[in-house]
């Protein structure tokens, strides 16, 4: 059993992260394929069609330095916004290690949904990232609201949360404090576990101040 001091991180092949827009799902996803690249074959697939801002893309480096495989979306040219994903997508659902895919928004679920019957037929943790700071989630009732809606589009249920309430570089200890009641009323609503909140390594907070804490570095490039 994990200790309430430890975070629970997914165990299936297939590892789905999603949340509403500005939650922070990408640094997730690509600080869970780091993590993971210690002791796994780990592929991250960017499945981000919204939000040019905050991509697995700007990690690709980083990504396979540490041996992760980055499949990244496909553009005909520099004035496309709309991606096609490669068709080495499809290879994740054969062979050995993990595959993590970073879902954007509606579309990024209706596009999941493609691959409904191999995540399924793999085994998958779906895990929805949360940001108490972020408007349109600012409550629990809206951040379970969001949670359906993504369900429903993507044709998959979540396996479990993550707490990655911040406010980006003003991020005080106190703020991720605070965000605690906030997951934890979300986790009751929808009967999902908490998985850990994520903080950043040079917040300072210990692992008897959070619970499950999960470190992270801030991996994404912020360009507006």
């Excluded at 005909?76 to 991606?83: G, H, K, R, Y």
């Excluded at 108490?132 to 379970?144: F, G, K, Q, S």
């Excluded at 589009?153 to 396996?159: G, V």
């Amino acid at each position: 059993m994990v200790s309430k001091n430890e975070p629970i991180l997914p165990q299936r092949k297939i590892i789905i992260v999603a949340g509403h827009y500005g939650a922070g799902k990408t640094n997730i996803a690509v600080n869970l394929a780091l993590h993971m690249s210690s002791y796994d074959s780990v592929s991250l697939i960017d499945f981000d069609t919204v939000n040019p801002y905050f991509r697995a893309a700007d990690a690709k480096e980083e990504l396979i330095a540490a041996g992760v495989r980055p499949i990244i979306p496909e553009y005909a040219n520099t004035n496309v916004d709309i991606p096609s994903l490669p068709p080495e997508t499809a290879s994740v659902f054969v062979g050995d290690g993990r595959a993590i895919f970073d879902v954007g928004g509606d579309e990024g679920a209706i596009a999941l949904g493609v691959y409904e019957k191999d995540i399924k037929a793999c085994g998958y943790d779906m895990i929805y990232v949360v940001n108490m700071y972020r408007p349109l989630t600012a409550t629990p009732e809206d951040a379970v609201f969001i949670l359906r809606e993504i369900e429903e589009y993507s044709r998959l249920r979540f396996t479990g949360i993550v707490n990655n309430s911040n406010i980006g570089r003003e991020t005080a200890p106190s703020d991720i404090i605070a965000s605690i009641p906030y997951a934890d009323r979300i986790s009751e609503l929808t009967g999902l576990p908490l998985l850990f909140t994520s903080i950043l390594w040079d917040k300072g907070l210990c692992k008897n101040t959070i619970p499950r804490p999960f470190y992270i570095k801030n991996e994404t490039k912020q360009l507006f």
